[in-house]
């Protein structure tokens, strides 16, 4: 699996355990985010990897940090790359200089940062 698959997979997973967690049924959070249940369904088995503008409007719905979300996935894959066979691979994102601001939607759901 390479390092985007990887991640789509760790997001994916990460979300299904987000949303189980606010409590919420495939078919209830697939309205909210306005997909389909199979397509919920397909991001969270990793069969489709799911776009930015989703994933961010899924945090956002979950009332979720962002931040804190990609640390989180950051660590997961840090983790699952150890290998005593190989040096480890590492993503190194820096998110403490981060800011994030009011977000909007936009009439196709997708939201920007203004």
């Known amino acids: 699996m390479g390092n985007t698959e990887c991640l789509s997979s760790i997001a994916g997973n990460e979300l299904k ?34 776009d930015i503008c989703t994933l961010i409007n899924s945090l956002i719905v979950l009332d979720v940090d962002i931040a804190s979300f990609f640390t989180k996935i950051t660590a997961i894959y840090n983790k699952e790359e150890a290998s005593p ?17 009011k977000w909007n939607r936009t009439k196709k759901g997708c939201i920007w940062m203004i």
Do not use: M, W
């Open 17 to 50: 355990k987000l949303r189980i967690d606010a409590g919420y049924t495939q078919g209830q959070f697939s309205k909210l985010i306005n997909k389909s249940e199979q397509q919920l369904f397909r991001y969270e088995q990793c069969i489709s990897k799911i």
């Open 85 to 101: 066979y190989a040096p480890p691979s590492t993503i190194n994102i820096d998110l403490k200089d981060v800011h994030l601001q």
